[in-house]
């Protein structure tokens, strides 16, 4: 049964770049698409972007666009997220996900356990 | 860009059937799909494509469409299905949430 685990930094100061990790284990990563998830606190999830399997295709949420980078690592099945100038606004708890095979803005299957990220200096 | 319109709560006695929708001006072929979100833990997908249930999701979880709205059923709910439920649907931008509805089990 494939599961998901996000890993990086817990604090993030403003105005520098959080980096997030989703480690895939218990199945491949192709043919599906990877998308990263937020839910601040008291607020509702708000989709991040996603990325397919091999690298070839990105798109993120346009209120995140300028600031985000996604990538893929196939042969340690890991990707990645990249938020640049993070403020107290980023502040969520961020969650890894797989869609269903398909489509990129299909549901999502399979989730990780969530990482809280807290902006502050 | 639209907005996915969820009702913020939703109340129900144990064994009442509860419906929680989701409207937008979604294009009418996308397909909705719903989460079941308890505090502390991931989301649980609970319908894809409208009316699918994934494998070891209650039969009384039930959704479905017209237009462009898309509904969660819920029948003869139960205390451990309280949680958040979010509907989701492709945009032309990616993929969209709903704001969550909070179902309480009186």
């Known amino acids: 049964q494939v599961q998901l685990q996000e890993s990086g930094p817990g604090l993030v100061k403003p105005s520098e770049t959080l980096s997030l990790t989703c480690t895939v284990s218990g199945g491949s990563m192709n043919s599906y698409y990877w998308s990263w998830i937020r839910q601040p606190p008291g607020k509702g999830l708000e989709w991040i972007g996603y990325?397919?399997?091999?690298?070839?295709?990105?798109n993120y949420n346009p209120s995140l666009k300028s600031r985000v980078t996604m990538s893929v690592d196939t042969s340690n099945n890991q990707f990645s997220l990249k938020l640049s100038s993070v403020t107290a606004a980023d502040t969520a708890v961020y969650y890894c996900?797989?869609?269903?095979?398909?489509?990129?803005?299909?549901?999502?299957?399979?989730w990780g356990q969530g990482t809280t990220v807290t902006v502050s200096s | 860009s639209y907005e996915l319109t969820q009702p913020p709560s939703v109340s129900v006695s144990p064994g009442q059937t509860a419906r929680i929708t989701c409207s937008g001006d979604?294009?009418?072929?996308?397909?909705g799909f719903w989460y079941q979100k308890k505090p502390g833990q991931a989301p649980v997908l609970v319908i894809y494509?409208?009316?699918e249930r994934p494998s070891g999701i209650p039969e009384r979880f039930s959704g479905s469409r017209s237009g462009t709205t898309v509904t969660l059923t819920i029948s003869g709910v139960q205390a451990e299905d309280e949680a958040d439920y979010y509907c989701?649907?492709?945009?032309?931008?990616?993929?969209?949430f709903g704001g969550g509805t909070k179902l309480t089990v009186l």
């Open positions: 996900a797989r869609h269903i095979q398909g489509s990129g803005t299909w549901g999502m299957d399979v």
């Open positions: 979604a294009l009418p072929d996308q397909y």
């Open positions: 990325i397919y399997y091999s690298g070839t295709t990105t």
């Open positions: 494509k409208n009316s």
């Open positions: 989701q649907l492709p945009d032309n931008s990616g993929t969209l």
